[in-house]
């Protein structure tokens, strides 16, 4: 089975430094990769999804970006933090077709 | 009209008591759908997935309404444990994006 890594586990930046979140995938090939984001007390948004390696494709943030380097490799990334930037930041994998998403633990992200 | 839509409660559900709630999807050739847990600052979990009419899974059951585009979750004899928010999501016939409903909140109460 699958397993995927994030971290850090939590991070406290201030307003306009930058941010790289990493996601690390083990136990899979080509995965299907995400990155979603749940604010305080809300449902989870989705940001950015990616089915192979350079292909990324954006779903709101307009100062978020994401980049996969690596087939098993997912970042996400800011040059300046909004106090809006603020949640829990979740990774995701899933094999694609009609298979489940797997989670890994999240980064909670306060931006002060 | 949202993807993905759900009651975000709470159900307030007695300890042992019956709940069901629903997940109203619009993409009509949604293929599969997948109910996930979500414990406080928890990441979700996969509880059950849905690839026909329905699942059942000891205690809990989904069942499929393509014709109304929903799916309902029904867990029976509830625990304290089984309070958490519960997400639905359905995968769509092409592509790859998977969005997810807001979630329904469960209190199980002694």
């Known amino acids: 089975s699958q397993t995927i890594h994030q971290w850090p586990a939590t991070l406290v930046q201030p307003v306009g430094s930058p941010l790289s979140l990493e996601c690390t995938v083990e136990?899979?090939?080509?995965?299907?990769l995400y990155w979603y984001r749940q604010a305080a007390g809300r449902g989870l948004q989705l940001l950015f999804y990616?089915?192979?390696?350079?292909?990324i494709s954006s779903e709101v943030p307009q100062n978020l970006s994401a980049s996969r380097p690596q087939d098993r490799q997912f970042i996400l990334s800011s040059k300046k933090l909004l106090l809006s930037d603020s949640g829990f930041y979740l990774c995701?994998?899933?094999?694609?077709?009609?298979?489940?998403?797997?989670f890994g633990n999240g980064t909670r992200l306060t931006v002060t | 009209r949202k993807e993905v839509e759900q009651d975000p409660g709470p159900f307030n559900v007695p300890e042992g008591a019956t709940v069901a709630f629903n997940c109203t999807y619009s993409?009509?050739?949604?293929?599969?759908f997948f109910w996930y847990r979500q414990d406080c600052r928890k990441e979700p979990k996969l509880l059950m997935s849905?690839?026909?009419s329905g699942n059942e899974d000891g205690r809990f059951t989904a069942q499929l309404n393509r014709a109304s585009q929903y799916i309902s979750l029904l867990i029976r004899d509830s625990k304290l444990s089984d309070s958490a928010t519960y997400l639905c999501?359905?995968?769509?016939?092409?592509?790859?994006?998977?969005?997810f409903g807001g979630g329904t909140r469960v209190l199980v109460k002694p």
């Open positions: 995701a994998s899933a094999g694609g077709g009609r298979t489940p998403l797997h």
């Open positions: 999501v359905p995968t769509p016939a092409a592509g790859n994006k998977l969005t």
């Open positions: 849905v690839y026909s």
């Open positions: 136990g899979t090939s080509n995965p299907n």
């Open positions: 993409n009509s050739a949604s293929q599969s």
């Open positions: 990616s089915v192979g390696i350079g292909q």
